[in-house]
């Protein structure tokens, strides 16, 4: 929900569509009213018909909204722009996805939010470290990332037959489609909830927030 909320004070978004699980029984609130008094639009709609993975979910996505788009005219067309965000980011701001707009909507390819890598990166082999690699080069990708509706959806068909074998974020399966997405610096806020730790940090921003 504090996901939902920080997109729904972005008016630039004409929807923003939650896929679910097609067993997903979460009661999810309707009126913006109930999402810490954001704006009335854009509108929130839930479509069931979320896969085991990531790139499947956005995939099955996409494909649904895509093939509504070819009887309705105010549906989701091929050349729309579409932003995919991973709800696990939750302290994702209306200014982080304003910039990724700015950056991206006159880009001929797309792109995504990301940070330089702050630290000195190891490789391991059992636990011991083998190398020290340059981390000069290196961002660590976010979300959201933006790219149009009908090139990304190519890009994850291409890879549907492998079971996405590759694909670990929308950027990835545009690269290997031929595409380089560009680089838009995000914010070391905009961390994904992936440990038990984070939970605590995401309360205190937050709060501080608030």
Same mark, same amino acid.
């Given at each position: 929900?504090? %996901?939902?909320?920080?997109?729904?004070?972005?008016?630039?978004?004409?929807?923003?569509?939650?896929?679910?699980?097609?067993?997903?029984?979460?009661?999810?609130?309707?009126?913006?009213?109930?999402?810490?008094?954001?704006?009335?639009?854009?509108?929130?709609?839930?479509?069931?018909?979320?896969?085991?993975?990531?790139?499947?979910?956005?995939?099955?996505? &996409?494909?649904? &909204?895509?093939?509504?788009?070819?009887?309705?005219?105010?549906?989701?067309?091929?050349?729309?722009?579409? &932003?995919?965000?991973?709800?696990?980011?939750?302290?994702?701001?209306?200014?982080?996805?304003?910039?990724?707009?700015?950056?991206?909507?006159?880009?001929?390819?797309?792109?995504?939010?990301?940070?330089?890598?702050?630290? %000195?990166?190891?490789?391991?082999?059992?636990?011991?470290?083998?190398?020290?690699?340059?981390?000069?080069?290196?961002?660590?990708?976010? %979300?959201?990332?933006?790219?149009?509706?009908?090139?990304?959806?190519?890009?994850?068909?291409?890879?549907?037959?492998?079971?996405?074998?590759?694909?670990?974020?929308?950027?990835?399966?545009?690269?290997?489609?031929?595409?380089?997405?560009?680089?838009?610096?995000?914010?070391?806020?905009?961390?994904?909830?992936?440990?038990?730790?984070?939970?605590?940090?995401?309360?205190?921003? &937050?709060?501080?927030? %608030?």
């Amino acid at each position: 929900m504090h %996901t939902l909320d920080a997109l729904r004070w972005v008016a630039r978004l004409a929807h923003i569509v939650v896929v679910l699980s097609p067993h997903d029984s979460h009661v999810w609130p309707d009126s913006s009213a109930e999402l810490s008094g954001a704006p009335q639009l854009p509108l929130v709609h839930r479509i069931h018909c979320g896969g085991a993975t990531r790139a499947q979910s956005v995939f099955n996505g &996409l494909s649904q &909204l895509l093939k509504e788009g070819q009887t309705n005219p105010d549906g989701v067309q091929a050349h729309d722009w579409i &932003l995919v965000h991973d709800a696990a980011r939750c302290l994702v701001t209306p200014t982080d996805i304003h910039r990724l707009i700015d950056e991206c909507i006159n880009d001929e390819v797309g792109g995504l939010l990301a940070v330089p890598l702050p630290d %000195t990166l190891k490789a391991a082999v059992h636990g011991r470290v083998s190398q020290t690699l340059p981390r000069e080069d290196k961002w660590l990708a976010q %979300t959201p990332q933006m790219f149009r509706a009908g090139p990304l959806h190519a890009a994850l068909l291409a890879k549907a037959s492998d079971n996405f074998e590759g694909i670990t974020d929308e950027a990835s399966a545009m690269e290997i489609a031929g595409f380089a997405p560009k680089l838009v610096m995000g914010s070391p806020h905009n961390f994904k909830i992936t440990y038990p730790s984070d939970f605590a940090l995401a309360e205190d921003l &937050l709060r501080s927030r %608030t």
